[in-house]
């Protein structure tokens, strides 16, 4: 380095390029291996040359070599440093720079667990609120600390890396038999975000397969195995500590209450944090059972926030990631439980009883990274004066609450953004719509391919994947997947769901029923109406789109989507499913009979149990009156009468009279002023809402409206 640096002084023409480059023996996850081999790959151990020796020969063809950004040997002294001071400068780059590569592939040098422990134990907030516990418990200073401990115990994480490279490798050979293939999209994502930040992924929960999944997908592609928030519940005996070793640290359903429990928590994250180890949580909490995603918990949102603001070592990025199955494990678990049965407690027996149902096909899984999510631009939204080197006193400043709330509608609308839509989605969105889950099979396979022509064409994002098979590709792969049963009949086989199945699909249309809204809300506008004028149409998507906005995580802003829904306007007329009138300005459906009228009309009834849902809601309190009702009597009211308005006259799918949608879509009218709260606690409305009713009749079908109102009498 010494020769570099003077030849570069005497030459000033002279630059050179340092790469560091870093080579590790044994940590190629794909490779296949011996236990031998496992056992002797990298780590942050010393080790001597006999070990070194071993490694080589063992893992000699078992190589991760990762190439770092050049570091210019001419910057270092154009700077102005003499020649000692540049060798310096420059060696101590390429140390760092080596570091985060090391650190990016097999993670950081983690301490052991009781070390970590005992350093989140000394410092001074959870020493100030183990003081606290003692007055208030009135207990001795031994035994708040020993309360401190357990919590620390409970908590942290055992991650071992010899751990982690047995787990790839049985892995490997646990996907192999579960899946046809698990596929990995835009993993660029966190390539461009790896080096120099913190990275915290943030994925959707589907399944309790999401933890294994990622992981692994992580592992493979060669960096480190994130530290995950588990829930408590998963701490069970002998399989919790296989867990801890994985990379997991325990967390608690709720912390009210509990300042030390708080404490302990937040200090550990901070720790982990600052280290370097990347974090993963869900942040919808819970698993969702209903396929679409839940609404965003933001406690360990703001816990990682708060931690950053406390000591802000190096940038936060939060990656959203995207699951897509093609069946659950858990799937019938999730109706029995939407339809009211209590939920089972995890247990290792329950995961016996899990084991017979692996013999099914399941298909393909998709695990796609959506645009990541940089904590620095939502910083310098909410708090424009707050810079990174100060660090906060006060880890709960006003703009906090704020600039949680934004950072997670953006994390969950980026994770929407990355959707995968495979066989399974396009037929459930078809079938569905369909008043017995039935179609002929010419008709199934024209809409099937109409759906991913509507999605390639005008796409909702570009991370959104969508299948390239065909639609009789897509149809032959319901068959092998047990989901489509084939009636044949002389004039035109008829293609159909059981009962069964057409519930449990509906989970698979609501992983990307946001990918389709635009154009069947569009197509909802002409189910009563031959022609339409642009400025009606887009009066109606006004009106409707804030809760569906709310609902789904739609990626357009409400000024933005007068403009989407011109192009989804477009894009319709492309397909023969509109007709352009006026030079746009009228909009005209397909002669009756048609084809394409036929196709319009099972794209509309994608949407159209959504829109029931709000009209139901209108209706009873139109019923009930202004004044009379509150809105957990509302919610309950509903929730009955959509369950019955299921067994009447549509597919009796738990997933259209879940409680916590009614829920969602009331409080977004109170927090949009339709509706208003009386001192009795009782809700009240304007004349809004009856303009709202006038205009659902526009949207929905007569004999729709009639079905509603029909329900709403006792």
């Known amino acids: 380095m010494r020769q570099l640096v003077a030849a570069a002084a005497s030459d000033r023409t002279l630059d050179v390029d340092l790469i560091p480059v870093t080579v590790m023996w044994g940590r190629a ?34 190589l991760f070599v990762t190439f770092g950004d050049p570091v210019s040997l001419r910057a270092a002294l154009d700077d102005g440093a003499d020649a000692p001071r540049a060798v310096r400068r420059l060696t101590r780059t390429l140390r760092v720079a080596l570091a985060r590569q090391r650190a990016a592939a097999i993670g950081p040098d983690l301490s052991h667990r009781r070390t970590i422990a005992t350093q989140v134990l ?33 908590i942290a994480a055992n991650y071992s890396h010899v751990f982690i490279a047995i787990m790839a490798r049985l892995l490997t050979w646990f996907w192999t038999r579960l899946y046809d293939g698990v596929e990995l999209h835009h993993f660029d994502q966190v390539q461009k975000v790896a080096d120099g930040n913190e990275i915290v992924y943030v994925p959707c929960h589907r399944s309790h397969i999401d933890y294994l999944l990622l992981s692994y997908a992580i592992y493979y592609k060669g960096y480190a195995v994130p530290h995950v928030a588990a829930g408590i519940n998963l701490n069970m005996p002998v399989l919790g500590r296989f867990i801890r070793k994985g ?37 919808e909490g819970g698993r969702s059972r209903t396929g679409r995603l839940l609404q965003p918990k933001t406690g360990m949102l703001s816990m990682t926030l708060r931690s950053y603001l406390r000591d802000p070592r ?61 904590l620095d631009e939502i910083m310098r939204k909410h708090a424009p004066d707050w810079q990174p080197a100060q660090g906060e006193k006060d880890d709960r400043p006003p703009w906090l609450a704020p600039a949680v709330d934004d950072l997670a509608m953006r994390i969950m609308t980026n994770i929407n953004s990355a959707a995968c839509v495979g066989p399974m989605n396009l037929i459930a969105l078809a079938l569905l719509a369909t008043p017995k889950q039935s179609m002929l099979e010419t008709d199934l396979v024209r809409q099937l391919e109409l759906y991913a022509s509507l999605l390639r064409q005008a796409p909702y994002s570009p991370l959104v994947w969508i299948t390239d098979a065909d639609g009789a590709s897509i149809v032959r792969h319901g068959e092998r ?43 909802c506008c002409f189910l009563n109406n031959r022609m339409m004028r642009t400025e009606d149409i887009q009066r109606l998507m006004w009106r409707i789109y804030p809760y569906m906005y709310d609902e789904l995580f739609l990626r357009w802003r409400e000024d933005a989507v007068a403009t989407a829904v011109l192009e989804t306007l477009d894009d319709m007329a492309n397909h023969g499913l509109l007709e352009s009138v006026d030079g746009g300005t009228q909009w005209r459906r397909p002669p009756t009979g048609s084809t394409e009228a036929v196709q319009l009309s099972v794209l509309a009834h994608v949407t159209v149990p959504i829109i029931e849902r709000y009209y139901l809601v209108i209706a009873v309190l139109l019923k009930s009156g202004s004044g009379r009702i509150s809105q957990d009597v509302l919610e309950s009211q509903c929730q009955l009468m959509a369950q019955r308005m299921s067994l009447l006259y549509q597919l009796n799918s738990p997933e259209f009279f879940d409680k916590a949608l009614f829920k969602n879509f009331i409080d977004l009218l109170r927090a949009r002023n339709v509706l208003g709260v009386s001192a009795e ?15 659902a009749q526009l949207v929905l079908h007569e004999q729709i409206r009639n079905s509603v109102l029909q329900v709403t009498h006792r």
């Open 29 to 62: 996850p794909d490779r296949e291996g011996s236990w031998l081999r496992v056992l002797l790959s990298e780590n942050w151990e010393r080790v001597g040359r006999f070990r070194r020796f071993l490694s080589v020969m063992v893992n000699g063809r078992n």
């Open 122 to 154: 000394r410092t001074g907030s959870v020493r100030r609120a183990m003081a606290d516990e003692m007055r208030a418990k009135k207990i001795s200073r031994r035994e708040a600390l020993k309360l401190g401990q357990d919590y620390a115990a409970e």
């Open 247 to 283: 990379g997991a640290f325990y967390i608690r359903r709720s912390f009210k209450g509990n300042t030390l429990y708080t404490m302990v928590f937040m200090k550990y994250l901070g720790l982990m944090m600052a280290r370097g180890h990347s974090i993963e949580f869900f942040i």
């Open 314 to 374: 190096r940038p936060v990025v939060f990656v959203p990631v995207y699951f897509g199955y093609e069946r659950l494990v858990e799937g019938k678990t999730y109706i029995g439980e939407l339809s009211g049965a209590a939920k089972e407690k995890e247990s290792v027996f329950t995961l016996l009883r899990t084991l017979p149902a692996l013999r099914q096909k399941f298909g393909k899984v998709h695990v796609s990274f959506g645009e990541a999510v940089h």
């Open 481 to 523: 997947m047990g989901v489509l049963l084939r009636n044949k009949h002389p004039l035109g086989d008829v293609l159909q769901m059981t009962e069964e199945n057409s519930v449990l699909m509906t989970y698979f249309r609501n992983n990307v029923l946001h990918l389709m809204v635009l154009p069947s809300l569009v197509a």
């Open 681 to 695: 606690g009782r809700l009240t409305y304007t004349d809004m809402l009856p303009a709202v009713a006038d205009d």
